[in-house]
């Protein structure tokens, strides 16, 4: 199930007993903050506990719905491409380099909730506040003020990010801390060769690579690939980067690399991919 959505932004709110959607994807992006309740965000497989205060960020590669424990109120965020892309002369020098688009395809947000310490909790609560009561304005998409509200949402969500990077001492490490390493690098192919995983791990390569197949029942080079594969997959699928943006943003040298690549695994090529 595949939503889709024409306005460049729009907010939405409302308090629910029990989802009203099952598993779906959107052609947009989402903010999603929860002003009360708990319960379980089912995001691309991943389970991830949420109360109030969380914030969770959805771009179009993702599958997701919520387990609802406790009444949840929930405040929609939503925007397309041409939101930012039709602003970028109100960016910062900052968000010209990590574009909010960037920003919520991150991984880790992807992973794991969000982890938000003060004073950054109560600036998002009243962040998220000052957006819902500008909402009865007919203006919202074109409003600068609304504009850099949801722009600081953005700064919060990278501070955030930088103090979540896994911490491995010596060769005390899981499964767990691999693979958020992984999917944390799987952008940069120098970083998830054997070599350079068993260096940040601190251990032989030799011993990781038996290790990988022991735990996770494939060898790790499947796993990159198979990995690699599916979220290039993703990308095609959105139909929202071209070929040539999908190369640079996985490391390949260019179209033609990651093409051989592609047809090697799925026996056709992007393009053709894209099209059926």
Same mark, same amino acid.
């Given at each position: 199930m595949k939503l889709n959505q024409f306005e460049s932004l729009m907010l939405d709110e409302?308090?629910?007993?029990?989802?009203?959607?099952?598993?779906? /994807?959107?052609?947009?992006?989402?903010?999603?903050?929860?002003?009360?309740?708990?319960g379980i965000h089912h995001l691309n497989k991943n389970l991830l506990p949420y109360t109030a205060g969380d914030l969770?960020?959805? /771009?179009?590669?993702?599958q997701h719905y919520f387990d609802i424990h406790n009444s949840t109120r929930?405040?929609?965020?939503?925007?397309?491409?041409?939101?930012?892309?039709?602003?970028?002369?109100?960016?910062?020098?900052?968000?010209l380099i990590s574009t909010p688009e960037?920003?919520?395809?991150e991984r880790l947000l992807k992973e794991a909730t969000l982890q938000l310490d003060e004073p950054c909790r109560t600036i998002l609560k009243n962040t998220v506040e000052n957006i819902t009561a500008y909402n009865c304005r007919q203006d919202i998409s074109s409003s600068p003020i609304i504009f850099f509200q949801v722009l600081s949402i953005f700064g919060l969500i990278k501070e955030a990010?930088?103090?979540?990077?896994?911490?491995?001492?010596?060769?005390?490490?899981?499964n767990r801390q691999v693979i958020?390493?992984?999917?944390?690098?799987?952008?940069?192919? #120098?970083?998830?060769?054997?070599?350079?995983?068993?260096?940040?791990?601190?251990? #032989?390569?030799?011993?990781?690579? #038996?290790?990988?197949?022991?735990?996770?029942?494939?060898?790790?080079?499947?796993?990159?690939?198979?990995?690699?594969?599916?979220?290039?997959?993703?990308?095609?699928?959105?139909?929202?980067?071209?070929?040539?943006?999908? #190369?640079?943003?996985?490391?390949?040298?260019?179209?033609s690399h990651?093409?051989?690549?592609?047809?090697?695994?799925?026996?056709?090529?992007p393009s053709a991919f894209g099209k059926r």
């Open positions: 409302f308090e629910e007993e029990k989802f009203h959607l099952p598993e779906h /994807s959107h052609s947009y992006y989402e903010l999603i903050y929860i002003v009360k309740g708990d969770f960020a959805i /771009s179009p590669d993702d929930f405040v929609f965020i939503k925007f397309t491409d041409s939101y930012f892309s039709t602003k970028k002369n109100l960016y910062s020098d900052d968000m960037q920003i919520m395809r990010l930088s103090k979540m990077t896994p911490e491995v001492q010596g060769t005390a490490f899981d958020t390493y992984i999917h944390q690098n799987i952008y940069f192919p #120098a970083l998830v060769q054997i070599k350079a995983v068993a260096d940040n791990f601190n251990i #032989a390569p030799s011993y990781f690579s #038996a290790w990988f197949k022991r735990n996770f029942g494939l060898t790790y080079r499947d796993y990159i690939n198979n990995l690699r594969t599916k979220l290039i997959e993703q990308r095609i699928k959105g139909r929202n980067m071209p070929i040539k943006q999908i #190369a640079h943003e996985f490391g390949f040298t260019d179209e990651l093409s051989n690549y592609f047809k090697k695994r799925k026996n056709i090529n």
